[in-house]
């Protein structure tokens, strides 16, 4: 799992739809737009390599600029590892962190559903139907077998498991392999 794919996960849970997509030096920037409260999102990825594996105060300086230019109304930063200064200098600036070691927090229940929501999504695309009964399904689905986990692991209480589950929906969408049937964004 990439920490690109984090922010495609933030995306899909907040209901957040994409608007742009764009490189710059150091990663990808993703300009989000939460619809129910109108605001604008930068979703930052910090894909390239530092020296010492951390993002320090610099990153956050620059996103900072970033947010004012494009008149953004809530961040996110994405990387693997962050100073303990770039983590300060976030939480002044009110920008979210996202790393190997901290996640944003989510209610199991919210989601499961969601993950549900969107495995009827592919199914759609995939096969054109969402399917009633098991025997809707071909026994080598994959959709189908990451749905049957989820379902284990949310009532086993088993919430990394189900957040892996949603993530492997997102790699399998990402993988091209329906990307013969439709054009998905999330």
């Avoid at 809530?74 to 300060?88: C, P, Q, S, V, W």
């Avoid at 189900?162 to 993988?175: E, G, H, I, Y």
Wanted: charged letters at 35%.
């Amino acid at each position: 799992m990439s920490i690109q794919d984090e922010a495609e996960f933030v995306m899909v849970l907040r209901d957040y739809s994409c608007k742009k997509r764009g490189a710059w030096d150091e990663g990808i920037d993703i300009t989000a737009l939460d619809e129910a409260a109108k605001e604008k999102i930068l979703l930052r990825v910090i894909t390239s390599k530092s020296k010492s594996g951390f993002y320090g105060v610099d990153a956050v300086r620059s996103m900072v600029d970033v947010m004012k230019r494009g008149r953004y109304d809530k961040g996110f930063l994405i990387a693997k590892r962050f100073t303990n200064a770039a983590k300060e200098e976030m939480v002044k600036n009110d920008i979210q962190r996202i790393s190997e070691k901290h996640m944003l927090p989510f209610k199991p229940e919210r989601l499961y559903l969601k993950l549900n929501n969107y495995v009827d999504k592919i199914c759609k695309i995939k096969c054109g139907k969402i399917p009633e009964a098991e025997s809707d399904c071909r026994s080598d689905c994959k959709i189908r077998v990451i749905s049957d986990n989820a379902t284990f692991h949310f009532e086993s209480g088993w919430i990394q498991l189900l957040k892996n589950d949603f993530k492997q929906l997102l790699m399998l969408q990402n993988s091209g392999e329906l990307a013969e049937k439709a054009f998905f964004v999330i």
